[in-house]
Nanobody, 124 residues
Framework: QVQFVESGGGLVQPGGSLRLSCAAS????????IGWFRQAPGKEREGVSF????????YYADSVKGRFTISRDNAKNTVYLQMNSLKPEDTAVYYC?????????????????WGQGTQVTVSS
């Protein structure tokens, strides 16, 4: 059974940090490009960060560049999103996604597998 399970969300004060994880089972992440997306209430889903399966190329939205870091541990079949210097505008439900093609997940924001989403709330 294929599963892509997220964890690590929560409530954090502005300026704080969180690390989101997404653990895969039933498929091997080595061959998949990964995307992290977020959706705030009343807003469209936004692509936050992406990492390829081939050369480790990464992409970050301007809104998170320099604050967020995407990484993958293929040995653990897990991907991460380290979020530092969090701002209230980072508040959203965060989703991980996996697709065999980097260009697909980056340009179309679609993917073969999706996590269930985890809430991140940045508030004092």
């Amino acid at each position: 059974q294929v599963q892509f399970v997220e964890s690590g969300g929560g409530l954090v004060q502005p300026g704080g940090s969180l690390r989101l994880s997404c653990a895969a089972s039933g498929f091997t992440l080595d061959y998949y490009a990964i995307g992290w997306f977020r959706q705030a209430p009343g807003k469209e889903r936004e692509g936050v960060s992406f990492i390829s399966s081939t050369d480790g190329s990464t992409y970050y939205a301007d809104s998170v560049k320099g604050r967020f870091t995407i990484s993958r541990d293929n040995a653990k079949n897990t991907v991460y999103l380290q979020m530092n210097s969090l701002k209230p505008e980072d508040t959203a439900v965060y989703y991980c996604a996996a697709d065999p093609l980097f260009i697909v997940v980056v340009t179309t924001h679609t993917a073969k597998y999706w996590g269930q989403g985890t809430q991140v709330t940045v508030s004092s």
